[in-house]
């Protein structure tokens, strides 16, 4: 990891600040001064704690959201790991920019940005489809490094950049989203080789595998994992675990992540594959976490183990498994709704309602 | 139970058709043919078929929403059954006409009707006030039944008339919210002689009491559903239980939700309160479950044995225990998304999508 593109991950992440408990405890403050029992608003109360941290006591209203969905191809498609053709990655990007995707019918006025860091086809320009194409598909980690040191450079640069630009926007909650036919087998390289849980446990059948394609993609993945860590994993480097099992999208939501915090925005990991992106960034750099949501728990098996390594609680748990961001956006509300407590809710006093004494009256 | 009011809810309930199994295996296979692997959006594809089945196949868009808060004062609390004073209630309403509650700042466009049924305190007329009080307050169950027979069907009779006027004003889903000091005090009587459960089992801390005042509020509802049921309980008639250790806005969310399950809407319950009075309603009438949607799972020890009993599932799982409706709002956009798909999503051969395969490509 001696490239040029390290050197930028070292100064990115030595811009981002922890978020201050000063603050959520001034929010936990406030919201025990509000016109409802002390407590009684449960996991709402600790998210609009976390947003008051994370914007330093000033939580901007309305909240403008946005959801970016990385695409990029996979190389290990190659070996037979999934249950649709590599070709799905093209035609559900095209499928995001006509509006008939799931993520497009659940945005709920968040805008949408599909980026190409690696998909397999030539898309033309077009409205909402950002274009940083680092090469056409991963390598296949099967036989080699998914991605070279500047392959891997640029698609984090390209990941922190757009944050940056999201901040110029004025977007101030961005939710991860991401498509490639393959990523589940990345991510469950990822996933195995970072927490040290088995490749058997943190494995899924990814879009609908069978029992038999299922043995495939286990069987791929162990031997990816050993070929670039050895038999007995020796601790690799998180941004080494991501060049050699990783994905071109998943690269680039890391760099990502690693820009939303610099600029202080609320992130929403989604499923799986954003939030094996998320695992990365954490270990690379703990303090992303202060600025992370879990949107929800997936389906998938090794998403559940990747949250309890960040050390973050999902907000729904719905039995998802589809990525593209959804399970991200239909927290948004949550989010926006334990966000407004502060600016809309009256106070016992400025309402004139009485306090409780908790001996009962 | 012979009263002239009995006669109409039985004339009430005899209006609510069962949802159809063939509208949801309709939607199932609508869903199976969107761009995306099959049941990966989960709970959220049951929840799209159970409004498609409420809504007989063509669920409107967009859905028209509200949320009606009943609010009533308890007898029971001159037993010394709350953390709050009994002028909290009205305290409480006037908060919600001035917006500063927690539901006012969770609304997301749903519409907000604040219905006295029986509150402590005369209010002026208001927008978004409705004023169909019964009597000023509950009578006191552990001295007499809650409600006479009268005051029961009034009661009933009111919920009734507010959800087929809902249905007039052209909205497609409403949600139920409560305010009323000692209220979980008649949710957990009703919920303890309705499902069987101990009377241990089935009461919490209400708004914040300490363990002398549960243990007062244990001994009350121990007492109050001895004097009208005796000891042994004897299987109880679902509406006597409610008439005399229920209150005053449960008698008006179960009339409400009989009108509403007659109208088709599709109603979603909030904590502890209101799914007391939907227990009541299913005991009476099981086919209203069809109807109803679990927006949360509240912190009220009783709440998941009353979601047991009904069986219907909660959509969102936060630690909340607030009550207003506060938790049923939340699920709201999680059910509108859940319909959304219908109407937004591309099929695989509409976006010209590749199929998968389970044998791994």
Redesign the interface.
């Given at each position: 990891m001696s490239s040029a593109q390290t050197f930028s991950v070292v100064d990115l992440i030595s811009a981002i600040a922890p978020c201050q408990e000063a603050h959520k405890l001034e929010a936990q403050r406030r919201l025990d001064n509000?016109?409802?029992?002390?407590g009684?608003?449960?996991?709402?109360e600790a998210i609009a704690g976390q947003a008051y941290s994370i914007f330093s006591g000033q939580v901007p209203q309305p909240l403008s959201k946005a959801v970016y969905v990385f695409a990029a191809d996979h190389g290990v498609?190659e070996e037979?790991?999934?249950?649709?053709?590599?070709?799905?990655t093209a035609?559900?990007v095209?499928?995001f920019m006509?509006?008939?995707?799931?993520i497009?019918?659940?945005l709920?006025q968040a805008d949408l940005t599909v980026v190409d860091v690696g998909v397999d086809y030539e898309f033309e320009k077009a409205p909402g489809l950002c274009r940083m194409k680092v090469r056409r598909g991963s390598r296949n980690m099967h036989r080699e490094p998914a991605m070279s040191h500047e392959e891997l450079g640029q698609a984090l640069e390209s990941g922190a950049c757009l944050a940056h630009e999201a901040r110029k926007k004025g977007q101030h909650i961005v939710a991860l989203g991401e498509m490639g036919i393959g990523n589940t087998t990345a991510a469950s390289a990822i996933t195995a080789t970072l927490t040290g849980e088995s490749i058997g446990t943190v494995t899924g059948r990814g879009?609908?595998?069978?029992d038999?394609?299922r043995n495939?993609?286990l069987h791929v993945i162990k031997r990816s994992i050993k070929r670039h860590f050895g038999a007995s994993s020796s601790n690799p480097e998180p941004l080494e675990i991501l060049r050699c099992v990783g994905g071109l999208e998943i690269a680039a939501m890391t760099g990502f992540i690693f820009g939303a915090a610099t600029e202080r925005m609320a992130i929403i990991c989604d499923g799986f594959i954003s939030t094996a992106a998320a695992a990365v960034a954490y270990a690379v750099c703990p303090r992303v976490a202060d600025y992370m949501f879990a949107g929800h728990c997936s389906?998938e098996p090794g998403h559940r183990h990747l949250l309890r390594y960040i050390g973050i609680k999902p907000?729904?748990?719905?039995?998802?498994?589809?990525g593209e961001g959804?399970g991200a956006v239909?927290a948004m509300?949550?989010i926006e709704?334990a966000c407004?407590?502060f600016?809309?809710?009256?106070t016992f006093s400025?309402?004139?309602?009485?306090?409780?004494?908790?001996?009962?009256?």
């Open positions: 509000l016109t409802k029992p002390i009684s608003l449960g996991r709402l498609t037979g790991v999934s249950a649709y053709p590599r070709e799905v035609q559900m095209l499928n006509q509006g008939g995707a799931a497009n019918a659940l709920h879009t609908g595998l069978d038999l394609g495939r993609k389906e907000i729904l748990d719905l039995g998802m498994r589809l959804t239909l509300p949550v709704s407004r407590l600016s809309e809710m009256a400025s309402a004139g309602v009485s306090e409780a004494s908790p001996k009962a009256n």
